[in-house]
């Protein structure tokens, strides 16, 4: 009997041991996949910051081009500008020059004038 009684407790001990390396074998299989989950996920997450990166250059470059658009713009409207002040200067000094020739003339004619008034006084 006591036999038979040793024998079962024997049994019973390795089906508990063969339930305890089942489960055990189990918790290592998930632990792997655990692990080349995390890896999988670390190198997405590394993927996504370097397309985080790529993106943030081609933002930077997009609002500098934006920038260098709108100074180019600028420019070309003060060169407009200043060549529209330049003409009208031209214009002017164009007046100017036409208004000291014509009192130039008069100044002349004036000194004439006088000349001949002198003669005729002194006549």
Not at 104 to 119: G, P, Q, S, T, Y
């Amino acid at each position: 009997m006591n036999l038979i009684c040793g024998l079962v407790l024997t049994n019973e001990v390795y089906s508990t041991l063969e339930g305890f390396d089942g489960k055990f074998a189990k918790e290592e299989a998930n632990s792997k996949k655990l692990s080349k989950d995390l890896k999988v996920m670390s190198l997405e997450k590394a993927q996504l910051e370097s397309d985080k990166r790529f993106l943030q250059v081609r933002l930077d470059s997009l609002v500098a081009k934006k920038h260098v658009e709108k100074a180019q713009k600028l420019a070309g409207e003060r060169a407009f500008a200043t060549e529209t002040i330049m003409a009208a200067d031209n214009s002017t000094l164009e007046a100017m020059a036409t208004n000291k020739h014509k009192l130039l003339a008069e100044v002349k004619e004036e000194i004439e004038r006088v000349k001949a008034d002198r003669f005729d006084a002194e006549a």
